[in-house]
Antibody, heavy 121, light 110 residues
Framework: QVELQESGPGLVRPSETLSLTCTVS????????WSWIRQPPGKGLEWIGY???????KYNPSLKSRVTISIDTSKNQFSLNLRSVTAADTAVYYC???????????????WGQGARVTVST | QSVLTQPPSASGTPGQRVTISCSGS????????VNWYQQLPGTAPKLLIY???QRPSGVPDRFSGSKSGTSASLAISGLQSEDEADYYC???????????FGGGTRLTVL
């Protein structure tokens, strides 16, 4: 049973970089698409982007200029960096795997439990 | 403003059948499969339906999905109190080159 766990600071100062890591346990990180998704307080879900085991990435156009997603297959981890954050980036950040091997857009399953990140001084 | 459009709320009584709609366009629902998620209060979303109408193992057959053209629907039959949650539709969008979500529908079991 694959499990995902987000880790990283819960508080980030405005204009700084939000950094989160997702650790994958119970299975290999290879051959799947791995995504970050966020949910601002009281609002809906927003896809941030994905990384494949090869390191190839794709980002939400609305965040593309500030986002980097990377993968470390040796550690079974992938990471999110979001630069120049503002209060609008306050959200619960989820990591998730696409449900079907080698495919994107087939549904996210499983998900991590979520990491609450607040952007504030 | 979400790319996929869902009603903000829906409701039903125990045992009833409820449907939640999701409207998109030719670049997302019209050309790609639709997935549905259930988010119980305070928890991460859970995949409920993938590829328009497929249920992951463990999801009761009370939940079903369908798609026609640029719209999709989630149906819940035999409504139970534990179905009270937020439901989201999602699909790949060929124009945005990414995953898009609906704004979510809050289901209340009366």
């Amino acid at each position: 049973q694959v499990e995902l766990q987000e880790s990283g600071p819960g508080l980030v100062r405005p204009s700084e970089t939000l950094s989160l890591t997702c650790t994958v346990s119970g299975g290999s990180i290879s051959n799947y698409f791995w995504s970050w998704i966020r949910q601002p307080p009281g609002k809906g879900l927003e896809w941030i982007g994905y990384v494949y085991d090869s390191g190839s990435t794709k980002y939400n156009p609305s965040l593309k200029s500030r986002v980097t997603i990377s993968i470390d297959t040796s550690k079974n981890q992938f990471s999110l960096n979001l630069r120049s954050v503002t209060a609008a980036d306050t959200a619960v950040y989820y990591c998730a795997r696409d449900s079907q091997i080698g495919m994107i857009g087939e549904g996210f399953d499983p998900w991590g439990q979520g990491a609450r990140v607040t952007v504030s001084t | 403003q979400s790319v996929l459009t869902q009603p903000p709320s829906a409701s039903g009584t125990p045992g009833q059948r409820v449907t939640i709609s999701c409207s998109g366009s030719s670049s997302n629902i019209g050309s790609n499969t639709v997935n549905w998620y259930q988010q119980l209060p305070g928890t991460a979303p859970k995949l409920l339906i993938y590829r328009n109408n497929q249920r992951p193992s463990g999801v009761p057959d009370r939940f079903s999905g369908s798609k026609s053209g640029t719209s999709a629907s989630l149906a819940i039959s035999g409504l139970q109190s534990e179905d009270e949650a937020d439901y989201y539709c999602a699909a790949w969008d060929d124009s945005l080159n990414g995953v898009v979500f609906g704004g979510g529908t809050r289901l209340t079991v009366l």
